[in-house]
């Protein structure tokens, strides 16, 4: 044991001198190709003393950002992440700034804007050099890997800890966001997956579930982490009760989503034991939270859901590499959008503006920050993490479903698979990964593409309303731009379908190829003569427009032609949306119990020979309605695992599978109840039937007095609630 401590810490100074050899060889190289950069050693220049000068600055360099620069970024943490980003090339050109001057005999000289692209240079060669001698030593990439959680795993190993030898294994949900069943099918058939492929072969089983009509990341991630979907009807709904519209991927939208679910199902979430929720809307009851938006709705120090950015921006030679890849993407999709227009490419919208930055950040920095946590959460030895990687579907909203840029974003995601599986043979238990994915896409030319004007225009029309001469675009809803927002510190987009102007004006939202139509004059929900009544000519516009499916007014099915079915009749709804595929009717009926389902729900048209829809929002591939592979996305599970049932309906139901493989690893989670000495809930005002927390929003993981025993490990706290005023730790700090 001694002989092999001995060798791997002569190993490790090998290591060093090699690292810091090429450091120095990069900064002479530097010297001489930027004007800018010299170095010079006193009264001397000879090649020896330069040399010399480099050799000291180099090392100077090295140890400054291995000393200084973790507790420079975490000074910064409450810095927007994306300008955390781009202080690191200014702050990492300052170390090296100092590390010339602590040079002795006069040490170099830079210039300070050239000083940023030398630090730069010199952290992305040490980093690759570092992890390139790594690589080649099983041993050495294990123990480097281990650094970045090393607190954490000593605490863990602990006999009987989560994460010491012998533990039970952990579960690892990976969501490839908006990839399909058929998506994935095909594309680790075709090779463009192999990791993915690899696992298939190894013994992964794959199937596809069904969606709820709400086909969304908002609905299927919230019925999944916390096992509810109950009055989610859309990505936004307008709510009378208060006035105001929700939107999934809004900060404070999803906080109350969220302290709705756990209200209904009195359980913190998937992950109350001893779980990590990264990038997600939700936070599935995890302790250990970054990149997750119902948290970050939160202000001040105890909002530690963007902790993920201190644990990757820690090492500068992260953020020299995100940049550039970010760089690439911006022109990457520049590029590609220029050819779309150059070829003539239809259907085709809009990529301009904030677009190309969002897409760079979905599929850059929220890949490379989330990864890196899951990384850190093995390492760790934390029994289950569930993490959303959002690329796949922001950029299929813009480029579509199928295509040359979404193949490229498949390679990338299975590339980081790749990597997790690598990962999980040097963590400290063993690691089960299941792959999944919230809801698929369905391509299609947008509603207002197709026939010239948006819903709202024709809903305008039906009620005899003024039209605008010239339509309104409808933006584009993806986790990405909340995601990028809440990056940059700025607040949820407030527009003027946040707090709709008082009066009777119907509000009309999109949401995929599914629309919703309230009129806030019509206290409750407005029954089929009060709408003809006030709008005699409306529903017959929609139902026999050639852009439109179906409506769904107050328990009644209306198709073209005059078509109708009662929901209460059995059969008849089938038959009118088996178009839709099987279970469609069902999906509808549910909707319609729900208390916030819009007066008017609109499906677009589909067709079932080229799988196509019409968008309501601008977007050409799309989600969110019935019809296509929108509403079949897919499962993916270990052989080890037990079998989820053949045909699986929902999110919750999917929630139900992923809860029983948790129990199977290990044991039975704690269920949510109330603190002891705390009253019971109260009734709510939602008309939902779920009880009401306090008024602090606090709903504790610590379980109903003598239900089930907390097996929680010594010192960790439980599950918590967005709302929760109180610290949550996460292991990367």
Not at 11 to 27: D, N
Not at 39 to 65: E, K, Q, Y
Not at 85 to 101: D, E, P
Not at 375 to 387: I, N, Q
Request: charged share 20%.
């Amino acid at each position: 044991m001694v002989a092999g401590r001995w060798r791997a810490a002569g190993a490790a100074l090998v290591r060093v001198v090699l690292v810091w050899a090429v450091s120095t060889l990069t900064m002479l190289a530097l010297a001489g190709i930027l004007p800018d950069f010299r170095l010079r050693s006193g009264d001397s220049d000879s090649i020896t003393r330069i040399t010399v000068t480099a050799a000291w600055g180099a090392g100077a360099f090295g140890l400054l950002g291995a000393l200084v620069w973790p507790l420079v970024v975490r000074a910064l943490l409450l810095v927007p992440a994306l300008v955390l980003g781009l202080l690191v090339f200014f702050l990492n050109g300052s170390l090296l700034l100092l590390a010339l001057h602590l040079v002795p005999d006069g040490g170099g000289e830079v210039a300070p804007e050239t000083a940023v692209v030398v630090a730069a240079v010199m952290s992305a060669v040490a980093s690759a050099t570092s992890t390139a001698l790594a690589v080649r030593d099983d041993g050495a990439y294990q123990r480097r890997l281990y650094r970045l959680a090393d607190r954490r795993r000593r605490r863990q190993r602990r006999a009987g800890a989560p994460g010491a030898p012998g533990a039970a294994p952990g579960l690892v949900f990976l969501q490839l966001d908006g990839v399909g069943h058929a998506v994935l099918r095909d594309a680790a058939a075709r090779g463009l997956m192999p990791a993915t492929a690899g696992l298939l072969a190894a013994g992964h089983r794959l199937a596809p579930w069904r969606t709820d009509w709400s086909s969304q990341t908002g609905a299927s991630q919230l019925g999944i982490l916390h096992g509810s979907t109950f009055d989610v009807p859309a990505f936004r709904w307008y709510e009378k009760d208060t006035g105001e519209v929700v939107v999934c991927n809004r900060p404070t939208s999803a906080a109350e989503l969220q302290r709705r679910a756990v209200l209904r199902t009195g359980d913190g979430g998937l992950l109350t034991m001893d779980g990590a929720s990264r990038g997600n809307l939700f936070s599935g009851g995890a302790d250990q939270l970054a990149l997750v938006l119902s948290v970050s709705a939160r202000r001040g120090p105890a909002n530690r859901s963007r902790a993920g950015y201190f644990a990757y921006f820690s090492d500068p030679a992260n953020a020299v590499r995100t940049a550039l890849s970010f760089v690439a993407e911006v022109g990457r999709e520049i590029r590609q959008s220029v050819r779309a227009r150059l070829r003539g490419q239809v259907p085709r919208v809009g990529r301009g503006g904030l677009y190309p930055l969002i897409r760079a950040f979905a599929t850059v920095v929220e890949r490379d920050v989330v990864v890196a946590a899951v990384v850190g959460d093995m390492l760790a030895g934390r029994a289950s993490v569930y993490a959303d990687l959002v690329a796949y579907d922001e950029v299929a909203h813009h480029s579509g479903p199928r295509g040359r840029d979404t193949e490229q974003v498949l390679a990338r995601l299975d590339r980081s698979i790749a990597l997790v599986c690598r990962v999980a043979e040097h963590a400290p238990r063993t690691y089960r990964i299941v792959l999944l994915s919230d809801h698929g896409q369905s391509p299609g030319e947008t509603f207002l593409g197709r026939y010239g004007l948006t819903l709202r225009d024709l809903v305008r029309a039906g009620c005899g309303l003024p039209v605008p001469r010239r339509a309104v675009r409808t933006r584009s809803g993806a986790e990405a731009r909340a995601g990028f927002l809440a990056a940059l510190h700025r607040p949820a987009e407030e527009d003027e379908e946040a707090r709709p102007r008082p009066g009777s004006d119907p509000v009309v939202l999109a949401s995929g190829n599914l629309g919703l139509i309230s009129f806030p004059d019509v206290p409750g929900r407005a029954t089929r003569e009060e709408i003809e009544r006030a709008h005699p000519a409306l529903l017959a516009t929609l139902a026999n427009h050639p852009g439109v499916g179906f409506l769904l007014v107050d328990g009644v099915v209306l198709g073209p032609g005059g078509a109708t079915a009662r929901l209460d009749v059995p059969g008849a709804a089938e038959e009118l949306l088996a178009v839709f595929g099987p279970g469609a009717a069902d999906a509808v009926r549910r909707t319609d119990s729900f208390p916030h389902v819009a007066d008017v729900m609109v499906n677009s048209a589909y067709d079932p020979d080229t799988g196509t829809v019409h968008a309501f929002e601008e977007q050409i591939g799309s989600h969110g309605g019935l019809g296509g592979e929108q509403g079949e996305p897919f499962l993916m599970w270990p052989a080890e695992l037990s079998e989820p049932d053949a045909d699986l309906v929902g999110a919750e139901a999917v929630h139900g599978v992923l809860r029983r493989w948790v129990r199977e690893a290990d044991g039975p989670q704690v269920p949510l109840g109330p603190r002891p000495g705390e009253t019971g809930a109260t009734a709510t005002g939602t008309a939902t039937g779920a009880a009401s927390a306090p008024a602090t929003g606090a709903v504790p993981a610590g379980g109903v007095a003598g239900a089930v025993e907390d097996r929680r490990p010594e010192g960790e706290s439980g599950g918590t609630f967005p709302s929760v005023e109180g610290p949550v730790r996460d292991e990367n700090r």
